[in-house]
């Protein structure tokens, strides 16, 4: 595996803020690699050091094995990239856009396979103002691919996007990064990296506070795994006695929960084990597990804000 | 140059697309010839010196095309270039961002001709417009009028912080111009005092630069109109470059 993108100790602030203090990851080829956190987490400036848009106050950064402020013109060849705050002119059609930029490009990607591959077929003579957001975003990704790139930025790519169309733009990815594309996102919707990413890095004040496969980093810091479920009768003592050693038991009317540690692998069986031994009948079994949204409120003390 | 090419013809059917921008350079000055043709005519008159009102507003409404392409459509157009990202999407391409400047200046020099092209047909055609000057001497002072004007709205489009405001301080500036230069109707009918203010304003050199072209005065009689015009330039295009943001 070859890291495509290395980042070590890339700081930048402006003015009195510090935007991005001490960040290092490396990103491998083909891996969906995420940067998560709240807006203002440094995440965008990241993204924008390694596109070459700005300049680090200090850090290494190699991408693609260059620099991106000494060698910006093979990069930009190279790279397919979509920004945060970017647009078109609003009466430029669909098919005129990526017409023009395929003009960039020294070995361009087919535009009109492209414009099929992103669902666009029908909206080629639509003007950009008039597009859904879905469908700018789409046209974004398909801008991204025509350079034929090895890596490729998506930074908030599905911000602001109804459910369903964030579900194509997701399968979207998904089937470009089994093209062998190396993908590089930020997003702050942890359900988009939790289900999209290899590895995540969350970002929390400019810093990174972890970074794993959501998996991992689920299973390190996402606390308690939950079972709950109905009773009909009233607990006995002997059956609370016996389950401290497997988790908290709290009991609220009907409802029975309890919680273990994560990653105890028999947490399930050992409940379900101990209400057979005593010949408990339960209904409406549930198991919560944690999620990367909780591994985020455990590392970052808040809330997600949108 | 394939993509200046391309975009440079992506740029001119968006300048047509954008209904009006088109109007204010290519069929309101026509309208305007129309109006003051059909109320005055084209009949030598002595206010304007044994000439025509016809013969004097052609280069006055092409003075009027320069001043609105230049201080409305260039700047509005890259104001908001910026403000909505179009500027920084193309930073992320291997193409210079240049190329959409100088496509952006080139549409507007075809299109600011074409407006041109079309008032001088009319006046011929409809009025029997009199030209005496020299074709060569008019076409060199339209190219300078035209530089020291999109070098201007350069200018606003740098100062300005967003689409909204040049759009405001592009039109505050441009229509009290327009009367007080000349641009829309001959100084001649302008109190002493306003043509003593319009010697402050840009577009009064460019409109009697063009007039004085058109019935053929000799470039030295209008030195000065070419040394405040080429200092506009100067300084414009510096001014320009210091406040140019991409973002």
């Given at each position: 595996?070859?890291?495509?993108?290395?980042?070590?100790?890339?700081?930048?602030?402006?003015?009195?803020?510090?935007?991005?203090?001490?960040?290092?990851?490396?990103?491998?080829?083909?891996?969906?690699?995420?940067?998560?956190?709240?807006?203002?987490?440094?995440?965008?400036?990241?993204?924008?050091?390694?596109?070459?848009?700005?300049?680090?106050?200090?850090?290494?950064?190699?991408?693609?094995?260059?620099?991106?402020?000494?060698?910006?013109?093979?990069?930009?060849?190279?790279?397919?990239?979509?920004?945060?705050?970017?647009?078109?002119?609003?009466?430029?059609?669909?098919?005129?856009?990526?017409?023009?930029?395929?003009?960039?490009?020294?070995?361009?990607?087919?535009?009109?396979?492209?414009?099929?591959?992103?669902?666009?077929?029908?909206?080629?003579?639509?003007?950009?103002?008039?597009?859904?957001?879905?469908?700018?975003?789409?046209?974004?990704?398909?801008?991204?691919?025509?350079?034929?790139?090895?890596?490729?930025?998506?930074?908030?790519?599905?911000?602001?996007?109804?459910?369903?169309?964030?579900?194509?733009?997701?399968?979207?990815?998904?089937?470009?990064?089994?093209?062998?594309?190396?993908?590089?996102?930020?997003?702050?919707?942890?359900?988009?990296?939790?289900?999209?990413?290899?590895?995540?890095?969350?970002?929390?004040?400019?810093?990174?506070?972890?970074?794993?496969?959501?998996?991992?980093?689920?299973?390190?810091?996402?606390?308690?795994?939950?079972?709950?479920?109905?009773?009909?009768?009233?607990?006995?003592?002997?059956?609370?006695?016996?389950?401290?050693?497997?988790?908290?038991?709290?009991?609220?009317?009907?409802?029975?929960?309890?919680?273990?540690?994560?990653?105890?692998?028999?947490?399930?069986?050992?409940?379900?084990?101990?209400?057979?031994?005593?010949?408990?009948?339960?209904?409406?079994?549930?198991?919560?597990?944690?999620?990367?949204?909780?591994?985020?409120?455990?590392?970052?003390?808040?809330?997600?804000?949108? | 140059?394939?993509?200046?090419?391309?975009?440079?013809?992506?740029?001119?059917?968006?300048?047509?697309?954008?209904?009006?921008g088109a109007f204010f350079t290519l069929i309101f000055p026509l309208m305007m010839l129309f109006l003051f043709g059909s109320i005055y005519g084209n009949v030598p008159t002595q206010y304007f010196n044994g000439r025509g009102t016809v013969d004097i507003s052609v280069p006055a409404y092409t003075a009027m095309i320069i001043a609105t392409?230049?201080?409305?459509?260039?700047?509005?157009?890259?104001?908001?270039?910026?403000?909505?990202?179009?500027?920084?999407?193309?930073?992320?391409?291997?193409?210079?961002?240049?190329?959409?400047l100088v496509a952006q200046v080139i549409v507007l020099f075809i299109m600011t001709t074409i407006g041109m092209l079309l008032l001088v047909v009319a006046g011929k055609l409809v009025y029997g417009m009199r030209f005496d000057g020299n074709a060569l001497s008019v076409v060199v002072g339209f190219i300078l009028c035209c530089i020291s004007?999109?070098?201007?709205?350069?200018?606003?489009?740098?100062?300005?912080?967003?689409?909204?405001?040049?759009?405001?301080?592009?039109?505050?500036?441009?229509?009290?111009?327009?009367?007080?230069?000349?641009?829309?109707?001959?100084?001649?009918?302008?109190?002493?005092?306003?043509?003593?203010?319009?010697?402050?304003?840009?577009?009064?050199?460019?409109?009697?630069?063009?007039r004085g072209l058109w019935i053929g005065d000799p470039w030295s009689q209008h030195m000065t109109e070419v040394v405040v015009l080429a200092g506009i330039v100067v300084v414009g295009v510096v001014i320009a470059v210091k406040t140019f943001r991409w973002e």
């Amino acid at each position: 595996m070859n890291a495509v993108v290395k980042v070590e100790g890339l700081r930048k602030s402006y003015k009195s803020t510090i935007a991005v203090d001490d960040v290092s990851f490396e990103v491998q080829e083909s891996e969906i690699f995420g940067m998560v956190g709240p807006n203002g987490a440094g995440k965008t400036t990241t993204i924008e050091c390694l596109e070459g848009l700005r300049k680090p106050d200090r850090g290494l950064v190699n991408v693609l094995g260059v620099d991106p402020q000494q060698d910006g013109h093979f990069l930009h060849t190279h790279t397919g990239m979509q920004l945060q705050q970017s647009n078109l002119p609003e009466r430029i059609k669909v098919w005129e856009a990526l017409d023009l930029y395929s003009s960039f490009y020294p070995k361009a990607a087919n535009w009109e396979e492209l414009l099929a591959q992103l669902g666009l077929e029908e909206k080629r003579n639509a003007p950009f103002a008039k597009l859904s957001g879905g469908q700018k975003q789409r046209l974004f990704i398909a801008l991204a691919l025509l350079p034929d790139p090895q890596l490729i930025f998506l930074d908030e790519l599905t911000t602001g996007l109804d459910p369903q169309a964030r579900h194509t733009i997701w399968d979207l990815v998904r089937e470009v990064r089994s093209k062998g594309k190396t993908i590089l996102l930020t997003t702050h919707y942890m359900e988009e990296a939790e289900r999209l990413c290899d590895r995540v890095a969350i970002l929390d004040h400019g810093r990174i506070v972890a970074m794993d496969s959501p998996a991992e980093l689920v299973r390190k810091f996402g606390g308690e795994e939950r079972i709950s479920f109905n009773v009909d009768q009233p607990l006995k003592q002997e059956f609370i006695s016996s389950m401290k050693p497997i988790g908290q038991l709290t009991i609220q009317g009907e409802r029975v929960s309890i919680q273990g540690e994560t990653g105890q692998a028999s947490f399930v069986y050992d409940v379900v084990a101990l209400l057979a031994k005593h010949n408990i009948r339960f209904r409406g079994l549930r198991t919560e597990q944690p999620t990367l949204e909780d591994v985020f409120l455990k590392l970052t003390g808040r809330e997600m804000k949108d | 140059m394939k993509s200046l090419l391309k975009m440079t013809w992506i740029e001119t059917k968006l300048f047509l697309r954008e209904p009006v921008g088109a109007f204010f350079t290519l069929i309101f000055p026509l309208m305007m010839l129309f109006l003051f043709g059909s109320i005055y005519g084209n009949v030598p008159t002595q206010y304007f010196n044994g000439r025509g009102t016809v013969d004097i507003s052609v280069p006055a409404y092409t003075a009027m095309i320069i001043a609105t392409t230049s201080l409305v459509g260039l700047t509005i157009t890259m104001a908001a270039y910026r403000e909505k990202g179009v500027l920084r999407r193309l930073r992320t391409t291997p193409v210079s961002p240049l190329v959409v400047l100088v496509a952006q200046v080139i549409v507007l020099f075809i299109m600011t001709t074409i407006g041109m092209l079309l008032l001088v047909v009319a006046g011929k055609l409809v009025y029997g417009m009199r030209f005496d000057g020299n074709a060569l001497s008019v076409v060199v002072g339209f190219i300078l009028c035209c530089i020291s004007f999109f070098a201007l709205g350069f200018v606003l489009a740098g100062i300005m912080p967003t689409a909204r405001t040049a759009q405001v301080v592009g039109m505050v500036i441009l229509y009290p111009m327009l009367f007080l230069s000349g641009a829309g109707f001959p100084r001649e009918l302008l109190p002493e005092a306003i043509v003593k203010i319009s010697a402050f304003l840009p577009l009064t050199y460019v409109v009697t630069l063009l007039r004085g072209l058109w019935i053929g005065d000799p470039w030295s009689q209008h030195m000065t109109e070419v040394v405040v015009l080429a200092g506009i330039v100067v300084v414009g295009v510096v001014i320009a470059v210091k406040t140019f943001r991409w973002e």
